[in-house]
């Protein structure tokens, strides 16, 4: 299949990466609560408990897709804070945005599409940075975490929630079944889009592992780099500071 990427270029994985959000945007909410049984609810919710957010904080929401964490983080930082929802691709910001506001979030945040591998932001910007789903649908990472590293303020923390490896052979097996045969199923069948959901399947695969990703935020700068399973490791969260 071409969506095995190991064989395709960097700009034609950039270009794959574009359809597929651009084709699951509409239905990107509903997919994620189906297929995760809800349970990206709570990885979520972990990610905003080990962020330190406090009022007044300026956050970077980078792949913030459809925004379930930039809502979360302009309910705590307030009037003084900001959050930006960063992402490359302008059908989820549009999503997003339509989203927030509908909830009548509206003051504190402002979407900008933006590349995870040049942001554009001067060094020094932010207290916090979030990644959630996104870093393994960047063509680049070690570049990416080096962009971050540089626009994160001294003291700040990078938060990189994404898919792993799960601890335990048994629960791989369950996963991978789970991921290659019925998340492409449920994409048809819901989504009359199959090809997405293999390409997430495949994407899951590829990604690095839980020390792999801990290594490579650590080459960058990042210290006290730590990360906690989630879910058996099926998700995990890194963690990592600039000093
Ligand atoms: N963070 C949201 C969440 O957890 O629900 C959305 C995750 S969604 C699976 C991945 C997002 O990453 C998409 O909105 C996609 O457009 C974005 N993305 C992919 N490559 C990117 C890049 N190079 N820079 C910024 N965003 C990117």
Known sequence: THFGYKTVDAEQKASLVA???????????VMNDLMSM????????????????????KVLDLAGGTGDLTAKF?????ETGQ????????SMLKVGREKLRNLGLVGNI???QMNAEALPFPDNTFDIITIAFGLRNVTDKSKALASMHRVLKPGGR???????????EALAKIYDFYSF???????????????????LAE?????????????????????????????????ALHRGFKF
Not at 19 to 29: I, L, M, N, T
Not at 215 to 228: D, I, K, P, R, S
């Open 181 to 199: 045969n019925i998340l492409p199923t449920m994409g048809k069948v819901i989504a009359n889009d199959s090809e997405s959901y293999q390409y």
């Open 203 to 235: 994407s899951i695969r590829m990604h690095p592992d839980q020390e792999t990703l801990k290594e490579m935020m650590n080459e960058v700068g990042f210290e006290q780099t730590t990360y906690q399973n989630l879910t058996g490791g099926i998700v």
């Open 19 to 29: 359809d597929v959000f651009h084709s699951v945007a509409a239905k990107y909410d």
């Open 38 to 57: 809800g349970i990206h609810r709570l990885w979520k919710r972990q990610t905003i408990a080990s962020s330190g957010v406090r009022k007044g904080h």
């Open 74 to 78: 302009s309910q705590i930082i307030g």
């Open 158 to 168: 990078l938060l990189v929630l994404e898919f792993s490896k799960p601890n335990s």
């Open 110 to 112: 402002e979407y900008v």
């Open 83 to 90: 959050v930006i929802l960063g992402d490359i691709n302008d």
